[in-house]
């Protein structure tokens, strides 16, 4: 029943999303298949295996099964296995049955409860402005000073 959920999913969001990327039929690297080396794609891959190297593509997609060991650069990234490594994505989704052991870079983030992460989160602002210049613009949290009275 998951599986067929997830399927009805993954079409469903095709199909109301971009329409030259609807028509796209994704790269699926299965369960039983281990891929040792750097991938690079100009559309959407999902991963139900192993692999051992770096990603580049357009949007990716770690199923329950997947595990990944690497830097993955993608513009939509959706965590649903494990992700040992470095994770560079304008929108990234963390389920909760993910595992991210190593820092996420994002403008978008979306973590469901549960999900295990291990590293750190950062918040990239991209815009007009940032795209021209070769390094991105880090965001960080306002500080928080709380005082405290003592009720007697």
Known sequence: MKKLKK???LKMARAFGNSKRSHQVPTIIGETTRVTG???SNGILHVDGFIEGDINCEELVIGVKGNVIGTVKAQ??????????KAI???LFIAKTAKLIGDATHNTIAIEPGAYI???CIRVHSDTA???SSQPTVVQA???????KAVK
């Open 118 to 120: 291990d590293g750190h």
């Open 89 to 91: 994505a304008d929108s």
């Open 130 to 132: 940032t795209a021209s």
């Open 38 to 40: 750097d991938l690079k």
């Open 142 to 148: 306002p500080k928080v000073v709380a005082k405290i």
């Open 76 to 85: 939509s990234m959706y965590l649903y296995g494990t992700l040992q490594g």
């Open 7 to 9: 399927m009805l999913y």
